[in-house]
């Protein structure tokens, strides 16, 4: 992110808020609807998003890299909104779901379907990985958790969903 | 797998044609809507101002509505002052007790009621939000913080307001910076403000949650060799709420001359 951007966003530049709001709508978008599994609520999402940073655009540091601050608000109001719309699955019952839901191996199993019954602790890090090829380094940084964390939720999430698709082996550890 | 996974989610987060322009048009008409949000420390340029025109002329009206009453209500006080009470003698005189002041929070206008504090010791004036907060004063500051206390799993918030006698501002701000970067873990760079007070500014994050504290340090001359300190406590997801009602207030603080 070009720090003259933000710059000109703070001084309330329209054009140079829609110029960021061109180069991460799409990455916004496809997170927010994946996280929130649906499109009417990561619309809400998104938009909460964006206001939040034209509004608060002066609580960035322009020293440190743009992207993990935005992942932060974003994720935060997808949180909101599912939380609003009451279809936040509470932590206990979504390991119990896990549990339950372990299948027998099935080849009509789908990857995606294994993915979102996953806690967000390793849900989220394994979207991120493989629907932007964020590197295990900058996933780290927008989750702000130390990189061997990261690494661990990423291994744990891929047994996660081995399991869940029978035993299949999925993809490679890192 | 991996490969199915990515392509997956690909074809599963994908979104209509049309929503990208659907979206910016919301948020087009939610800043419309809005005048100068008070988080943005008042930068917003012309192009912007433009864009709320008609936001803003009601904030004029507003404006100088109030400014009308504030100066009646002041005038009334002068006529019903004893004769021969001296012109700075009693200054709380002039400033009316209790004034009604519009804010924004979280894009939403409101009303507020704002109480008058002067502080006869060190010589300045706040009005503050007497529905919402309670000034204590203790140790020789004034404290103004929630009237009903927050559940322990919140961060403080509060605004302290003291005075620092003999320490000009600009090495009293150098001070304070230095004892934040011991305490936190991102402090900002000091900068020169004009709002919403007059000096010196530095702010310290604890981190990127929701309840990471937020602490903004004001320095302002006292405009006798010394200075006032201005400590706003706040947490992130407040920021848009106290931190916006906080600087609200502080555009009504006065520092009185003798």
């Not at chain 1, 530049?13 to 009417?40: I, Q, W």
């Not at chain 1, 967000?120 to 061997?148: C, F, G, Q, T, W």
């Not at chain 2, 994908?14 to 005048?35: C, F, H, Q």
Request: glycine residues 6%; charged residues 35%.
């Amino acid at each position: 992110m070009d720090n003259r951007l933000i710059e000109r966003i703070l001084q309330g530049d329209r054009n140079a808020f829609r110029s960021l709001y061109d180069e991460y709508f799409d990455y916004a978008m496809r997170t927010a609807k994946l996280v929130t599994k649906n499109g009417e609520w990561a619309k809400d999402a998104v938009q909460e998003t964006f206001l939040r940073v034209y509004r608060n655009v002066w609580q960035y540091d322009g020293s440190k890299p743009f992207k993990p601050w935005f992942y932060c608000i974003l994720l935060r109001e997808c949180y909101r909104v599912m939380e609003r719309e009451k279809k936040v699955v509470p932590f206990g019952e979504q390991l119990e779901k896990i549990a339950v839901e372990q299948k027998l191996p099935d080849v009509s199993v789908d990857v995606y379907e294994v993915l979102q019954t996953l806690d967000d602790l390793y849900r989220i890090p394994l979207i991120l990985k493989y629907l932007h090829d964020y590197s295990e380094k900058e996933i780290a940084d927008m989750l702000d958790v130390n990189v061997n964390t990261l690494k661990s939720r990423l291994l744990k999430g891929r047994e996660k969903m081995k399991k869940g698709l029978g035993g299949e082996r999925y993809g490679t550890e890192s | 797998m991996e490969r199915n996974l990515k392509d997956k989610l690909l074809e599963k987060s994908g979104y209509a044609e049309g929503t990208k322009e659907e979206v910016w048009d919301r948020i087009e008409a939610m800043l419309d809507s809005e005048p100068a949000a008070p988080t943005r420390m008042g930068t917003r340029s012309q192009t912007a101002r433009k864009q709320t025109k008609r936001s803003d002329r009601t904030m004029r009206t507003l404006k100088i509505t109030m400014g009308v009453a504030v100066f009646i209500m002041a005038f009334g006080v002068f006529l019903a002052m004893p004769a021969g009470t001296a012109f700075m003698k009693d200054v709380k005189e002039w400033f009316a007790p209790e004034k009604k002041v519009e804010v924004e929070v979280e894009g939403q206008k409101e009303e507020t009621d704002q109480k008058l504090h002067q502080n006869e010791e060190s010589k300045y004036i706040i009005y503050y939000d007497q529905e919402r907060y309670k000034l204590v004063q203790e140790n020789g500051k004034d404290v103004i913080t929630t009237k009903e206390p927050l559940p322990e799993r919140y961060p403080e918030v509060s605004m302290t307001i003291e005075q620092v006698k003999d320490e000009k501002p600009e090495d009293v701000i150098e001070r304070l910076s230095g004892e934040l970067a011991g305490k936190y873990e991102d402090v900002r760079k000091v900068e020169q403000v004009s709002e919403p007070v007059q000096g010196y500014m530095v702010r310290a994050l604890a981190g990127k949650e929701w309840d990471s504290e937020v602490v903004v340090i004001y320095v302002v001359d006292n405009q006798k060799q010394g200075s006032f300190t201005i400590t706003e406590k706040y947490f992130l997801e407040a920021a848009e709420g106290h931190g916006a009602r906080f600087h609200q207030m502080l555009k009504e603080f006065k520092v009185l001359a003798e």
